[in-house]
T-cell receptor
Framework: NAGVTQTPKFRILKIGQSMTLQCTQD?????MYWYRQDPGMGLKLIYY???????DKGEVPNGYNVSRSTTEDFPLRLELAAPSQTSVYFC??????????FGPGTRLTVT | GQQVMQIPQYQHVQEGEDFTTYCNSS?????IQWYKQRPGGHPVFLIQ?????EVKKQKRLTFQFGEAKKNSSLHITATQTTDVGTYFC?????????FGDGTTLTVKP
């Protein structure tokens, strides 16, 4: 099993550009999450999903959108990128909603 | 999720010394998870505690859940350089987790 995979690993965006961060898991987990981690800080939940077709906002959803059309995929969309969205983005999945498996992360810079 | 506070933010120890990080909440926690993130890496699940007063051990790591379920601790005995990283606690409710800001451990050989 590959576990949780994220693409791209790195990306530089100009202010106002848009992009989609991809996340795929092959563990048939119902729960999936998107977090951002700013330097020296903890993880802030952006969006999460408890199953295909269901998504909910986390602590910091503004400026982001998600969809969950399949169990495996949970893409995160950034519209009109802003410097405040410079961060490391982690996707995670879980079978129970408790023990989470994280992907390797996407390092995003907005200039 | 509820807000969880972690202390200290940083801890620097000599190899062989012990290390403890604490996770505190003003309200009762349903459960607590602990994760470790190596520098430049992603968080890795270590353990979950659910019961009041629960104690679990993983080799040199000891995890405790307070009797009132408002705090938890992670203790590492005789630290090694492989223990460096940031340790996070998290509280999970209805599938949604709230992470503490973590304690970053550095170990001097």
């Amino acid at each position: 099993n590959a576990g949780v995979t994220q693409t791209p690993k790195f990306r530089i965006l100009k202010i106002g550009q848009s992009m989609t961060l991809q996340c795929t898991q092959d563990m048939n987990h119902n729960y999936m999450y998107w977090y951002r981690q700013d330097p020296g800080m903890g993880l802030k939940l952006i969006y999460y999903s408890v199953g295909a077709g269901i998504t909910d906002k986390g602590e910091v959803p503004n400026g982001y959108n998600v969809s969950r059309s399949t169990t495996e995929d949970f893409p995160l969309r950034l519209e009109l990128a802003a410097p405040s969205q410079t961060s490391v983005y982690f996707c995670a999945s879980s079978h129970t909603g408790f023990e989470q498996y994280f992907g390797p992360g996407t390092r995003l810079t907005v200039t | 999720g509820q807000q969880v506070m972690q202390i200290p933010q940083y801890q620097h120890v000599q190899e062989g010394e012990d290390f403890t990080t604490y996770c505190n909440s003003s309200t009762t926690l349903s459960n607590i998870q602990w994760y470790k993130q190596r520098p430049g890496g992603h968080p890795v699940f270590l353990i979950q505690l659910v019961k009041s007063g629960e104690v679990k051990k993983q080799k040199r790591l000891t995890f405790q859940f307070g009797e009132a379920k408002k705090n938890s601790s992670l203790h590492i005995t005789a630290t090694q350089t492989t223990d460096v990283g940031t340790y996070f606690c998290a509280d999970t409710n209805a599938g949604k987790s709230t992470f503490g800001d973590g304690t970053t451990l550095t170990v001097k050989p």
